[in-house]
């Protein structure tokens, strides 16, 4: 089965389960991604150092017109290449699925 399919049947299975709306808290997102993002990601404009080159900063992840709280929660739960399978819980997705949503305000 190719990655491409497993995250349309994956995102199909959110879909239906309503799991990926669940509603996260950013502040506690913020501290997800401080602790396991940020030596890669730059998490906010405020973040000095850790961002790896060529990975894209939380805001542009959120700025993207595809970033919504289906595809990241989706994108959480599938293994990627560049990053490492950090197995984040149910309520760890929706909090940082809600940092990363709330970065499109700012």
Known sequence: MTRRLTLLILTGLLAS????????DP??????AQRWCSSCHMIDAGQP???AIGVPTFTGIARMPST???????????????????QLSNPEIAD??????DLKQR
């Open 17 to 24: 389960s309503g799991a990926a709306f669940a509603q996260g």
């Open 27 to 32: 502040e506690a997102g913020r501290a997800l």
């Open 49 to 51: 150092t850790g961002a």
């Open 68 to 86: 919504t709280a289906l595809s990241l929660n989706a994108f959480l739960r599938t293994p990627h290449v560049r990053m490492p399978d950090l």
């Open 96 to 101: 940082l699925s809600a940092y990363i949503l």
